[in-house]
């Protein structure tokens, strides 16, 4: 056999050949991408065992975070800023209707069928971890599954907001079981309120800073990865300060794809020449292009072998969340011209990365002799919420790589992006 990383080059070689061909796939015929990734993930992790998959779990939060940074500052790249203006409410309404509606039922359906001898809080904990859609696998589809740039806009930005309610809400949920508060409704209120305004404000102020710089360096080497580097670092600074990486790397990457529009409405003086070009456009895609490959193979390797209660949960959950986002993405496309498109919006419901990381952020807790009764009760349920979680991810992925080519017949419209 293969020495350790002669195994670890091929594995790395076949994930590239298969993610191209899985993204011709979708450009050509409208089949996702990500399920063929996610399979072969499962193939090389619990299904063979070709891969240690505990040696891997824990580098869960950095590929979620390296994925988060480079993805959603590529489809930043790819909006136009007065849509992002003229959509953001109706992306807000998706975002809080869907979360909020199917974190409730989740919770409803976990206390009263799954885990009814436990208290509430543990029952709306995975309510809120699996709540909202995958920013990742969202803005990965978005624009390549042809939705008119209005409908791909309301949907990227909707993800983001969710991946934000989920990891504020799960966070503020595990802080009140582990110290047995209470809900403290402003608390909760001025955490998520920090979160976006300080994310936000760094994406902005962080995108005009560097387009001003890129104009005295763009003609220097490697100018474009010192432009990821300044991505990296926006992320982190916004963690640091209490606000949200993905919508700093979301609004960086917003900024620097109007640089026009953005000299327009700053007043600013115009370079002679576009400062952030085709090329630095290209090469951000394929960065996160890679990313996105090896992050659909890891969701398919943290998979376990769950049992047939889990998988009958699990994909029971994943309907009726589909069922709610039909009706989430009825309210937010009320009186606009996106009614043709509800379907296949409504099929774009996969989760992802972010809940497979937060459901395993119980296992911090379970340890009976640091936390006497959270403790016994996490230790109990944490592989349930992991196990669940999974599969939820998985059928959720199905929906949508299905779903989409199924749905696409209803559509009648046929915008061009950019329209």
Request: positive net charge; proline residues 4%; glycine residues 8%.
């Amino acid at each position: 056999m293969f020495d350790p990383v002669t195994f670890a080059l091929i594995l790395g070689g076949i994930i590239i050949v298969i993610g191209f061909l899985s993204n011709y796939l979708l450009e050509r015929k409208g089949l996702p991408d990500m399920l063929f990734l996610i399979v072969l993930g499962m193939l090389v992790g619990s299904a063979t065992g070709l891969v240690d998959v505990t040696s891997v779990r824990s580098l869960a939060p950095y590929l979620a975070a390296l994925a988060l940074v480079f993805i959603l500052f590529d489809g930043g790249m790819t909006m136009n800023i007065y849509r992002v203006f003229s959509e953001s409410p109706r992306a807000a309404v998706l975002a809080t209707a869907g979360f909020a509606s199917s974190a409730m039922v989740t919770s409803l359906l976990m206390y009263f069928f799954v885990i009814p001898n436990v208290s509430p809080l543990y029952s709306i904990l995975f309510g809120t971890i699996v709540g909202g859609s995958s920013s990742i696998i969202v803005m990965s589809l978005a624009s390549r599954i042809r939705l008119s740039q209005r409908g791909s806009t309301i949907l990227s930005l909707e993800s983001a907001i969710n991946d934000i309610l989920c990891i504020v809400l799960s966070l503020v949920i595990i802080e009140i079981i582990v110290l047995k508060g209470t809900v403290d409704l402003p608390t909760i209120a001025k955490s998520l309120a920090s979160r976006f305004s300080i994310g936000a404000m760094l994406g902005i102020i962080i995108g005009v800073g560097w387009l001003s710089m890129l104009k005295r360096i763009i003609k220097a080497s490697y100018s474009y990865m010192l432009t990821l580097g300044i991505a990296l670092l926006a992320y982190a600074l916004s963690e640091v300060l209490g606000g949200s990486g993905a919508l700093c790397s979301l609004l960086f990457g917003i900024v620097l794809g109007n640089e026009k529009e953005i000299y327009g409405i700053l007043r600013m003086k115009k370079p002679s020449s576009q400062v952030v070009d085709a090329g630095l456009k290209r090469f951000e895609s394929e960065i996160a292009f890679l990313l996105r490959a090896f992050f659909f193979v890891y969701i398919g390797l943290i998979a376990t072998s769950p049992n047939l209660k889990t998988v009958i949960i699990g994909i029971t959950l994943a309907l009726t969340m589909l069922l709610i986002r039909f009706g989430a993405v009825h309210i937010a496309t009320i009186r606009s011209d996106l009614i043709n498109e509800r379907p296949i919006m409504s099929a774009l419901l996969t989760r992802g990365l972010a809940s497979a990381v937060l459901a395993t952020l119980p296992l911090q807790y379970a340890d009976p002799a640091k936390y006497p009764e959270v403790g016994l009760v996490f230790q109990q349920l944490s592989p349930l919420y992991i196990n669940i979680t999974v599969v939820v991810i998985l059928a959720t992925a199905v929906i949508t790589t299905v779903g989409i080519p199924l749905l696409r017949w209803k559509t009648k419209a046929r915008t061009p992006v950019g329209k």
